[in-house]
């Protein structure tokens, strides 16, 4: 069997007992856990929707790449997995009589104990229950019924005192608690004697678990199964017990026959498909071979091939059961897993192995085989899923053949396929598109419409997988557009080119397109997929005039804005000796700032500075609001927008990183205002305190430049001579002139790289 090294390794793991145990449910709840826990965050990948196609039992097993089950997540539902059944069941049983949410309580939620008291208070032996026992309503249920029902009931309570376990996800085999005394003789006993046969199959049920737990040599296990298995129906309780047999077989390595039982519970009923999935385990291929000589009928071998193509190999299966039965429903989930799992490896960038696509070609020619039969009950699936896979391929042209095969095969009326339709026929017309012109977007204009709905829950098709479909559409869109240096149309679908942003000019042509009162229906749709407001843009001007210093038109361009102010978090213009957001945004301030009288009060400042006021105050006060509006200070929030890439989250730059605007980084505009405090300063803590703000500027310095990669490249001459000289300069400063200062003891008292300077020297 040529599977591929997933498959050996799941081959050869350990299968749980826990979820052998799934199959333990009798009156109380399943021991064991479902085990879907998502390994990590994966984004949408798939466009193509399984769930039009497939019969929704098979669910849990469409493909994906984080969970164990589709659909379920993380969940230890198996706990209470049959907890419906066993009610419901037991409430036909008594022909509805006996009061619904008092069978819950009894079956799922009652000790042994409680059972008993219930009981005797049920036969006048006690006249009160106690106050915690709910009222039980068994409305005109015979006596001899609910004598029955309690004496099983009872017997039951300890079985699943003895089975039932919460150890979750061990690998290990599952010990039993303690066996209660004489519970096996207690279960034949009362099984010899009941006569009814719905609690006599149950009782059934409790002998085999018993014995299989009990493990013992004699084979009780199979031998009380094969005694009485013609005596009752093949119901839901009946495969139950069957499982135990299976995993009685797993147990004696009979692995053939193990898989065989296990399929047949898969087989029949949505409820028993997880259990069994987990358990069947095909070990190699001269046990397989074996097992599907176990099958009596060709929908047996089509179950075991199924089962096996979910599990390691979905081309093999489809080739083997269409060759049995191509109408057979069990082909429709293979495919969707050949699929989805195509998706994954191609289609969206990956790059795969040789061998990964020798065996993508040989899956697509299988399904190009079977679409060409027209022989299968749902002929526009392959076609669609030929289609598709062509598509992934860039065979353009093919892809197209197959969807209009399909179209012309649809089901009358099934608008969910038609969207599915639509969806891969949208990408296949984008994707061949050799330019945008007038003719293209035209047509564009009301799928582009279509998907911005979905996407916007304006329009809702259960199911429809179209996230990814929005990025592939976007990205081959804004590629031709680029291709014909069209660059407006180029970011409204693909956003990424941020040195667009850094041209003004361009940044204002977008504003005009978004002000524009005659747009085009097709700029309208495309704009749709423009993630940037023209708030987003006015604010982007502005800021990018501030650090010009060209403070006047900031501010009119922030006049632009709808009323959309947010206050900074720290007071921009006040200085520390050591930076400290937190200790800034904590602090109590006079004066919250917003970006627009932020921008305000600095020019106002500035003007008084050009006029020759308070030069020294106002000085400090300006380089402290440059100092805070880069990365390093208090007030970086006021750059941060949807426009600006603030690069990555620390100072340190390595290799293969963005690097942040350098305008959120230089210490140029800060050092020349700190420059003029100190040469207006009227004291010699005033001139301390400027330099030293000089020296945190010039070691900002240091990290902007582009040499420094870490403080080992200090010490390599990575960086630049006059960016070190400058630092340590100021430091020489401080020491020679200011020493005497209460600034220079503070300096020396916080600033770590000051006192080992200050040591040194």
């Not at 497939?54 to 790449?65: A, C, D, I």
């Not at 696509?357 to 899956?363: L, R, T």
């Not at 204009?445 to 998907?451: D, V």
């Not at 020294?616 to 970086?636: C, D, F, L, M, S």
């Amino acid at each position: 069997m040529n599977w591929p090294t997933s498959t050996f390794q799941n081959l050869t793991r350990k299968p749980s007992r826990k979820f052998l145990l799934v199959f333990s449910l009798c009156t109380l709840t399943i021991a064991g856990v479902i085990w879907a826990c998502a390994d990590s965050y994966e984004e949408e990948y798939s466009v193509f929707t399984p769930e039009y196609f497939v019969n929704k039992q098979y669910s849990p097993f469409f493909y994906t790449g984080n969970e164990v089950y589709y659909g379920l997540g993380y969940t230890d539902g198996s706990n209470t997995w049959y907890n419906d059944n066993i009610v419901d069941e037991w409430y036909e049983h008594f022909n509805h009589q006996f009061n619904k949410a008092s069978l819950q309580y009894l079956l799922l939620k009652a000790s042994a104990g409680a059972v008993d008291s219930i009981y005797r208070k049920s036969t006048g032996a006690l006249k009160v229950l106690p106050a915690k026992y709910p009222a039980i309503v068994t409305g005109n249920v015979s006596p001899k019924m609910l004598n029955a029902f309690y004496s099983y009931l009872k017997l039951a309570k300890n079985a699943e005192a003895y089975s039932v376990n919460d150890q979750y996800y061990s690998w290990d085999k599952v010990k039993p608690n303690h066996s209660p005394v004489n519970l096996g003789p207690a279960l034949v006993g009362a099984y010899d004697k009941e006569t009814d046969p719905f609690i006599k199959e149950r009782i059934w049920f409790q002998m085999v678990r018993y014995y299989y737990f009990l493990d013992e040599p004699s084979n009780r296990t199979v031998k009380l199964f094969d005694q009485f298995k013609d005596h009752f129906p093949k119901n839901l309780i009946y495969y139950r017990t069957m499982g135990y047999v299976a995993g009685y077989y797993y147990r004696q390595k009979n692995y053939a026959l193990s898989n065989y039982l296990y399929s047949l519970c898969y087989d029949y009923t949505y409820k028993l498909k997880i259990p069994s999935f987990w358990s069947f385990h095909p070990q190699n291929e001269s046990d397989w071979t074996a097992t599907l000589k176990l099958a009596k009928t060709p929908e047996e071998k089509i179950t075991l091939w199924h089962m096996l193509g979910v599990q390691y190999d979905a081309g093999r299966a489809i080739k083997t059961i269409a060759a049995i039965n191509p109408k057979s429903e069990k082909l429709d989930l293979l495919l969707s897993r050949l699929i989805n799992i195509r998706e994954v490896g191609t289609g969206w960038g990956n790059t795969t192995t040789d061998s990964v696509k020798k065996s993508d070609n040989a899956g697509k020619r299988l399904v190009e085989d079977i679409a060409s039969k027209n022989n299968t009950a749902k002929p526009y699936y392959w076609n669609l899923a030929a289609g598709y896979l062509n598509f992934l391929d860039s065979n353009y042209t093919s892809a197209g053949k197959y969807y209009a095969t399909a179209k012309n095969q649809f089901p009358a009326g099934d608008k969910m396929i038609v969207a599915q339709a639509k969806l891969l026929d949208m990408m296949l017309y984008i994707k061949s598109l050799k330019k945008m012109d007038a003719n293209a977007e035209v047509k564009l204009i009301e799928p582009l419409n279509w998907l911005a709905n979905l996407r916007d829950n304006k329009l809702k098709i259960k199911d429809l997988r179209f996230s990814n479909a929005i990025s592939v559409c976007n990205l081959a869109i804004s590629r031709l557009y680029k291709r014909q240096d069209n660059t407006i149309r180029e970011v409204c679908f693909n956003n990424n080119a941020q040195d667009f942003y850094a041209d003004s000019a361009r940044v204002q042509h977008m504003i005009d397109l978004l002000n524009k009162p005659d747009k085009t229906a097709f700029e309208k749709a495309m704009l749709r997929y423009y993630p940037i407001t023209l708030n987003n843009l006015y604010y982007h001007q502005a800021i990018m005039l501030a650090y010009q210093q060209k403070l006047p038109e900031a501010i009119a361009q922030l006049k632009k804005m709808t009323p959309e102010n947010f206050l900074l978090a720290g007071n921009p213009f006040t200085g520390r000796l050591t930076d400290c957001h937190d200790c800034d945004h904590e602090a109590p301030q006079k004066q919250k700032f917003t970006p627009l009288s932020f921008l305000q009060t600095l020019y106002t400042l500035d003007s008084e500075i050009k006029q020759g006021k308070n030069v020294y105050r106002n000085a400090y006060a300006v380089a402290n609001a440059y100092y805070n509006i880069t990365y390093y200070g208090n007030a970086r929030l006021f750059y941060e927008s949807d426009v600006v890439a603030t690069g990555p989250t620390g100072r340190y730059y390595y290799e293969g990183e963005p690097r942040m605007d350098d305008k959120l980084i230089s210490m140029q505009v800060a050092i020349k205002y700190y420059q003029l405090a100190r040469k207006n300063a009227a004291t010699d803590e005033q001139r301390a305190r400027c330099t030293f703000m000089l020296s945190k500027c010039a070691l900002n310095e240091v990290y902007n430049d582009p040499g420094f990669n870490g403080y080992e490249k200090l010490s390599e001459g990575k960086i630049s001579k006059a960016v070190i000289d400058a630092y340590y300069n100021y430091f020489a400063e401080l020491k020679a002139k200011y020493n005497q200062t209460a600034y220079y003891k503070e300096a020396l008292k916080e600033c770590g790289y000051f006192r080992t300077y200050s040591d040194k020297k």
